[in-house]
Each structure stands twice: as structure tokens, then as C-alpha cells.
């Protein structure tokens, strides 16, 4: 089993920044990618950002937030590391990490949340105008 705990997120006003972290435990060894979602109220999940444990591939992202946010990762402390800069109102949802097993390096694989088998308790990220 693999038991995901989040921290950080909070409120800020747009433009500024946040970051989320999800420190992973018990059997990781058996995950290989680690994604980040979100979800709205009313809303869909939604793909955010995408990184591999051990690989040297940049992380994925979404067009929504490629150019503002950054995946990053510690295999030491078993933590990714999601930095949100440029935020924006619409930016406004709860996060959630998720790890899986999926080897395919590619946007279609690691947006699929299906995919994931373990996920986060979410952590909520407040944008203002």
C-alpha cells in the first residue's frame, strides 16, 4: 500500500505564488509517476503536471499551466513538489497528488487519472482577483 500527505497550498492574491508537496510512504517502490490534478467545485478533474520518479524527462503539463507551474521531485524524502507561480483566480481548486505505476513517458498516459492508484487527501489552493 502507498499512503500520500499533503501540505502547503493556502490563499494568495493573483500573481503571487504557492506550492504543494506530497510526501509519499509505505510501498513506493512500486510507483513510478507521480501527477497532480485538481478539482473545482462543480468542476471536472482536471490534469495539472505530471513527473517520474527516476527519470531524467522534464515533467508534463498542461497548457493551462505550462510556463507558471513546476513539477519537482526529492527521491530522498519521497516528496514531489508542485510550485505554482502567476497564479490566477481560475487557478482556484483543491490539488491532489496521485501515484501510479505507468511507465509511458507521454501526455496521454500521465493525464489519464484512471490510471492512478493512489491519491492524496487534496490540499485547497484560494486564488483572488
Known amino acids: 500500500q502507498v499512503q500520500l500527505v499533503q501540505s502547503g497550498g493556502g490563499s494568495v492574491q493573483a500573481g503571487g505564488s504557492l506550492r504543494v508537496s506530497c510526501v509519499a510512504s509505505?510501498?513506493?517502490?512500486?510507483?513510478?509517476?507521480m501527477g497532480w490534478f485538481r478539482q473545482a467545485p462543480g468542476k471536472e478533474r482536471e490534469f495539472v503536471a505530471a513527473?517520474?520518479?527516476?527519470?531524467?524527462?522534464?515533467?508534463y503539463y498542461a497548457d493551462s499551466v505550462k510556463g507558471r507551474f513546476t513539477v519537482s521531485r526529492d527521491n530522498v524524502k519521497n516528496t514531489v513538489y508542485l510550485q505554482m507561480n502567476s497564479l490566477k483566480p481560475e487557478d482556484t481548486a483543491v490539488y491532489y497528488c496521485?501515484?501510479?505505476?505507468?511507465?509511458?513517458?507521454?501526455?496521454?498516459?500521465?493525464?489519464?487519472?484512471?490510471?492512478?492508484?493512489?491519491w492524496g487527501q487534496g490540499t485547497q489552493v484560494t486564488v483572488s482577483s
Open positions: 496521485a501515484a501510479g505505476n505507468l511507465y509511458a513517458a507521454s501526455m496521454y498516459i500521465a493525464s489519464r487519472s484512471d490510471l492512478y492508484a493512489y
Open positions: 509505505g510501498r513506493t517502490f512500486s510507483t513510478h509517476v
Open positions: 513527473i517520474w520518479w527516476r527519470s531524467d524527462d522534464s515533467g
